[in-house]
């Protein structure tokens, strides 16, 4: 394994883990503010990621990236972009298809694949969602199935799939099409139906079903235009039509919206709109604050509603 990771910098600073973080963008310039909005990271990257428990991501403007531990007493620099980031399990990041990044050792190196996968995604819950070929030639479409890290197969063939487990369940279609959400040992938890995109139904290539549990609630698409909420006993709410929900988790308790006239804001769990829409653009919030920009001026808001200036706070 090759070491391509460079140690460059030494930040001194007592505040918490990452999830206490909360990116901000001031003039088109991402940074990181704490809880009491005291800026950590200055706003000079082009985007930011924060990964909780791991890392920070940041961006800069011309090339490569620098990656901030937790405690961001250190930074590592990539010279050069490597990929988009994914989380892959606890302490690696996925780097593109065939990387990864190792948080404790500091090292990228090749991801091994199984021969029998077409491809594999990260591993949750000591589970991983593969991707293979049928070998069912009246039915010539890939299939996905989960295994375990000794290659265990713990489900039937499955039309469709979430990436990777989130709290333990995984919503998934099975050929015969009943779906829902599955444990860790594929058994059918909840029943519900899910809705896959007919474009996608004979081109098997990723997982679609975006529709992971976060805060024991999940956004799920039950008909074509239809999207409710589920709760972990199977209980549905049906949301209301006249919000655009794009991105379909919920954090801090509140799912970012949008209005017919194109203004954004947040619904609570009772889809009952706890942030009105004023805002001009928004982001799904990251610790306790989420990106605005309202009245045309960049911001944050907290959980309460209350909004705070980015040019304040950047004084």
Not at 24 to 49: A, H, L, T
């Amino acid at each position: 394994m090759k070491k391509i990771v460079v140690l460059v910098l030494i930040i001194v600073s007592s505040v918490g883990y990452a999830k206490t973080y909360s990116p901000f963008c001031f003039n088109s310039k991402y940074g990181i503010i704490d809880e009491s909005r005291n800026v950590v990271i200055q706003p000079e990257y082009k985007d930011i990621n924060v990964f909780e428990n791991l890392c920070i991501v940041c961006e800069p403007e011309d090339s490569g990236q620098i990656v901030y531990t937790p405690d961001l007493k250190k930074v590592y620099t990539f010279e050069k972009k490597v990929a988009i980031w994914e989380k892959y399990n606890d302490r690696e990041l996925r780097l593109g298809k065939k990387l990864l990044f190792n948080l404790d050792t500091l090292e990228v190196y090749s991801r091994t694949f199984d021969e029998k996968y077409n491809s594999e995604y990260g591993y949750r819950n000591n589970r991983q969602v593969v991707l293979m070929s049928n070998e069912d030639d009246s039915q010539p479409y890939n299939i996905f199935r989960v295994v375990d890290r000794k290659h265990k197969i713990f489900t039937p063939k499955l039309l469709q799939a979430d990436t990777w487990y989130s709290e333990g369940l995984l919503p998934v279609i099975f050929l015969d099409g009943k779906s829902g959400y599955i444990n860790e040992n594929g058994k059918l938890i909840i029943e519900v139906p899910l809705y896959d995109d007919e474009r996608t139904a004979d081109i098997r290539i990723s997982p679609n079903l975006n529709y992971s549990f976060n805060e024991g609630i999940a956004l799920v698409q039950t008909e074509k235009d239809v999207w409710q909420l589920l709760d972990k006993g199977g209980n549905l709410k049906r949301l209301p039509e006249e919000y655009t929900y794009y991105a379909r988790i919920f954090s801090n308790g509140l799912l970012l919206i949008e209005n017919s006239e194109q203004k954004f804001g947040f619904m609570n769990r009772n889809s009952d709109v706890a942030i009105p829409c004023i805002f001009d653009s928004a982001k799904t919030f990251k610790g306790k604050y989420a990106i605005v920009v309202y009245r045309s001026k960049d911001a944050v808001v907290d959980t309460d509603g209350n909004i705070y200036y980015c040019e304040d706070f950047c004084k």
